[in-house]
Nanobody, 125 residues
Framework: QVQLVESGGGLVQAGGSLRLSCAAS????????MGWFRQAPGKEREFVALIGRSGGSTYYADSVKGRFTISRNNAKNTVYLQMNSLNAEDTAVYYC??????????????????WGQGTQVTVSS
């Protein structure tokens, strides 16, 4: 099973940008579709973005479309989430996830096999 470690979180002012990284190890990275989810205090975890195994297909939540970009570097076993035009509603713990076999619909609902420990993103207004 793949192990995932997120990094890049922190405190940023509204309107600013952050890039999250998620390094994968322990399994063949290209076997996995990768996703980002987030959970704000008192709220349920929600889907943010998803990228296919080759990087050719991407999916986004409506709330981040046009502001966030998911990408992957298969040579570095890493998936990224570039976040621009951040606002206070983006404050959350962001989690990286990986799955080898799920359908897009299942993964968007949170059906990933492996999860990272999360990284905190705080946007000050």
């Amino acid at each position: 099973q793949v192990q995932l470690v997120e990094s890049g979180g922190g405190l940023v002012q509204a309107g600013g940008s952050l890039r999250l990284s998620c390094a994968a190890s322990g399994s063949t990275f290209t076997n996995y579709a990768m996703g980002w989810f987030r959970q704000a205090p008192g709220k349920e975890r929600e889907f943010v973005a998803l990228i296919g195994r080759s990087g050719g297909s991407t999916y986004y939540a409506d709330s981040v479309k046009g502001r966030f970009t998911i990408s992957r570097n298969n040579a570095k076993n890493t998936v990224y989430l570039q976040m621009n035009s951040l606002n206070a509603e983006d404050t959350a713990v962001y989690y990286c996830a990986a799955d080898p076999t799920g359908t897009i619909a299942t993964m968007i609902r949170g059906g990933f096999a492996s999860w990272g420990q999360g990284t905190q993103v705080t946007v000050s207004s």
